[in-house]
């Protein structure tokens, strides 16, 4: 479980660039984290049903990037990061049960962002 490990200390530096970079970082927050974490569970399971992994890591990516526009810790980024973790974790739980082998085949045939056809193998 390297990749979670790993994934967990990603996102633990992010979060404390974050809020130390950050002059707001002192500002109170005025949303339910815990209701806004599950929300963004939700979300995220209905967009992950609908449009699949590729579909996720697209959404994420325009969720960064607007989210990111802004000059304090909001609502919005804390979603985006919850989501980006969640989908994480479990991308990793799916590929440990894959075999090496097979694992390594799949690196060769899909891009990182899971685009057949275009990866180093193609």
Not at 71 to 81: A, N, P, V, Y
Request: glycine share 8%; net charge neutral.
């Amino acid at each position: 479980m390297n990749v979670m490990r790993g994934s967990c200390g990603v996102l633990l530096a992010l979060l404390v660039a974050l809020s130390v970079a950050s002059p707001a970082a002192t500002a109170k927050e005025d949303w339910n984290h815990v209701a806004n974490i599950k929300d963004a569970a939700t979300r995220l399971a209905i967009l992950h049903k609908r449009e699949g992994s590729p579909g996720v890591l697209k959404f994420l990516d325009a969720c960064y990037r607007t989210q990111l526009l802004a000059s304090k810790f909001s609502q919005g980024l804390e979603s985006c990061m919850a989501q980006d973790y969640m989908h994480t974790q479990i991308l990793a739980i799916v590929y440990s049960r894959i075999p090496d082998e097979d694992r390594k085949r799949m690196a060769n045939e899909v891009d990182h962002c899971g685009c057949p056809g275009t990866g180093a193998g193609a």
